[in-house]
């Protein structure tokens, strides 16, 4: 045999030997690898806890896996620690009532209005003061926009004055919480205790709560609270009532939501003395 022959035999050779061990190990590794897949499913059948504590591990490499790929958009939204809804369909059927009929009359969704309506109610249980009212107060002063603020510093829904009314907001987060808007009933509906407790009367208590104690009139406040609180009180008889749909104001022209203190009738002047007075009297009243 030439010398080319014996180097192409001993290549063949070579090369067979070398595909035996591949297979052969390969074969062995496959073994070894069932073997093993066999013992982990043994094992978490026998331990659930160990098949517990593995799943989490792989959602928790899975979602970091999905954060390095699609970046701060696939985080998982945190929920909300308290639902700002309700569907009226689970309230009481009076309260459903009125929670869609406000619905359709102030262009709100009703979900969040069978929220304030359901709180409505039962502060009115604790308060002792219609439910009603407390839902007309809120529809005449920001026609239930929860971040409305007037031109001297009304806000939420009841136009709180929340500068002047600091206190009432140190318990629940602060000045800002005028915009929750249950938190902001809460306090005007305290603020309205306080009104109608220092007049002795519901008309006089409204005068007090929109600042116009000391003015010659209230600009029709009181009268249209009331007008709305009557048909809503007849909304929750179950007698109907038209809904003329209108636009919710940002704040109306004189709400400032105060008891201002007890005072001689200010001398007619123009509105725009009028509105000078009241911000000053606003900053020293503290109910």
Known sequence: MTATGKMVSSVRTFAADVTEGFLEITHNSFALLGLAVAFVAIALTARPDLRQAGEAQLMDWLQARQVALLGPLAEPLEPSERTLAVNPQELPQEQA?????LSKKYRVAPEPLGLLVAEAYELGVRTKLDPTLILAIIAIESGFNPFAQSPVG??????????VHTDKYESVGGQLA?????TNVRVGVKVLQECIARAGSLEGGLRYYVGAANLPDDGGYA???????FRLSQVANGRPMPTMPVTPPAAAPTLTSQALPAAAPAPAASSAANTTEKVALLSTSNL
């Open 97 to 101: 009532r009125v929670a869609f009929w």
């Open 223 to 229: 009268a249209k609270v009331l007008a709305e609180h």
């Open 154 to 163: 009304a806000q939420g829904l009841m136009q709180v004055m929340t500068r």
């Open 178 to 182: 005028a915009f929750d808007p249950v």
